[in-house]
């Protein structure tokens, strides 16, 4: 499983897009980046994963670089409730998930 | 659909004694794993069931066990336990669990007195 480099704080304002790096130089060729965030003691929410091509859902984009060492994960619209630590996980054909110390996004009004 | 369900909610346990956690994923889906997280050490991995077998292995002790069930329910048991595993454990559930998302409880938070 690939190790992942993420800030470990951010903040946003309300209403502005979120943009939240990850950096996973090491990731193999069949490993999907996952990025999955918790609040405050819940447990963890899926958000996106992709493979090599930027994927969208009704909660965020996820945007990788061509050569796969790092993504972007991005909140379009941020609000109060999408204050939350966010996880990025590199992750393969394994079904256990490594996560790491992961960036706490703080949404200020 | 029901989501992932964890019993008990909380738990207070004394040292030496034993606890069994349980988790019942979501229906449909086969592979259960489990986590323990700790605001030291994070979240951390702790075994994976799938098909009532032992898939994947973290880095834990043996006094960490678990089990799955025909019906994909599963049970973690924690023996002789210590300080240091007071810790929130969450179990998530996921299709097969390779190369799927996986779904997660709301966790039990275990206190050791």
């Known amino acids: 499983d690939a190790k992942t480099t993420q800030p470990t704080s951010m903040d946003c304002a309300e209403g502005r897009a979120a943009n939240l790096p990850c950096n996973h130089s090491?990731?193999?060729?069949?490993?999907?980046v996952y990025w999955y965030r918790q609040i405050h003691s819940q447990g963890p929410q899926y958000i996106i994963h992709?493979?090599?091509n930027n994927e969208t859902n009704e909660m965020a984009s996820l945007i990788i670089t061509e050569d796969r060492k790092s993504s972007t994960l991005i909140l379009p619209h941020a609000t109060l409730r999408d204050t939350a630590v966010y996880y990025c996980?590199?992750?393969?054909?394994?079904?256990?998930?490594?996560f790491g110390q992961g960036t706490t996004l703080q949404v200020k009004p | 659909k029901a989501g992932v369900t964890q019993t008990p909610r909380y738990l207070i346990k004394t040292r030496g004694q034993q606890v069994t956690l349980s988790c019942s994923p979501i229906?449909?889906?086969?592979?259960v794993s489990w986590y323990q997280q700790t605001p030291g050490q994070g979240l951390q991995f702790l075994f994976e069931?799938?098909?009532?077998?032992?898939?994947n292995k973290g880095n834990f002790p043996g006094r960490f066990s678990g089990r799955q069930f025909s019906n994909s329910r599963s049970e973690m048991n924690v023996s002789t336990l210590e300080l240091g595993d007071s810790a929130l454990y969450l179990c998530?559930?996921?299709?097969?669990?390779?190369?799927?998302?996986?779904?997660f409880g709301a966790g039990t938070r275990l206190s050791v007195l």
């Open positions: 998530a559930s996921s299709l097969t669990g390779t190369k799927n998302i996986q779904y």
């Open positions: 090491t990731i193999s060729g069949n490993e999907y």
């Open positions: 992709g493979l090599k």
């Open positions: 996980i590199g992750s393969g054909n394994t079904g256990k998930l490594i």
């Open positions: 229906s449909g889906h086969r592979s």
């Open positions: 069931y799938f098909s009532e077998t032992q898939r």
